[in-house]
């Protein structure tokens, strides 16, 4: 069926280094992708998000990068700090209604001072 | 301004009682969803409201699971005798229009324990 996956549950960096995280998705008619923060303890943070028509967009420090040939998604954190350390989802509204949105498993950074 | 509030924000029941759980969302937003998060996954979508009724409850896991928005505001989810396996975050969001492409805001959560 439909999924939305990322390919690493953990990712360690130091801090000032640059992140990257990276999703694969499933359905090729998914049009609107979204990156999620999720700190413990509390519900998901929204970071940036895409459309199928553009292949990059970029807000600050991050830049999420789209690849429809290959059907991956990614989030490139610049000059990550402490305070990126969280869970990071990539979501998909491919689910059929308007706000379903289709959560992947998620990706653990942890950043190193 | 006061974003979107779950209570309570923790709740133990006991297998096969019926539990409540509510979700304030930010003022004037039209559309409510509600998820479902495992420990270690992602949210799972239950349900959408858009202003008083439900445009998409295909989420729902099975009958015992039922949520209102009787006034187009505050909604609750009401899960019937409840189950071990019923046990794990329970997010609410609220976003602008619910159009799919407006931001949807997350509350806290509620944490549901079924002993």
């Known amino acids: 069926g439909e999924s939305v996956g990322l390919h690493l549950p953990t990712l360690s960096v130091q801090e000032g280094d640059n992140s990257i995280i990276n999703c694969a998705y499933s359905?090729?008619?998914?049009?609107?992708f979204i990156w999620y923060k999720q700190e413990s303890g509390k519900g998901p943070q929204f970071i940036i998000d895409i459309r199928s028509n553009m292949d990059k967009r970029q807000g600050q420090r991050v830049t999420v990068l789209l690849n429809k040939t290959v059907k991956h998604l990614s989030l490139q954190i610049a000059a990550t700090q402490p305070g990126d350390s969280a869970v990071y989802f990539c979501a998909d509204l491919g689910g059929g209604s308007q706000g379903n949105l289709i959560f992947g498993k998620g990706t653990k950074l942890s950043v190193k001072p | 301004g006061a974003g979107v509030s779950q209570t309570p924000s923790n709740k133990v029941t006991e297998k096969g009682k019926y539990v409540e759980l509510r979700c304030d969302p930010i003022?004037?937003?039209?559309?409510l969803y509600w998820y479902r998060q495992s420990l270690g996954q992602g949210p799972e979508f239950l349900i959408y409201?858009?202003?008083?009724?439900?445009?998409?409850d295909s989420g729902l896991p099975n009958d015992r699971f039922f949520a209102v928005r009787p006034e187009g505001s505050v909604s609750t989810l009401k899960i019937q005798r409840t189950e071990r396996g019923d046990s794990a975050v329970y997010l609410c969001a609220s976003s602008t229009t619910g159009t799919g492409l407006d931001e949807q805001f997350f509350g806290p959560g509620t944490r549901l324990t079924v002993l």
């Open positions: 003022s004037g937003h039209t559309a």
């Open positions: 359905n090729s008619a998914s049009d609107y």
């Open positions: 409201f858009q202003g008083t009724g439900a445009a998409d």
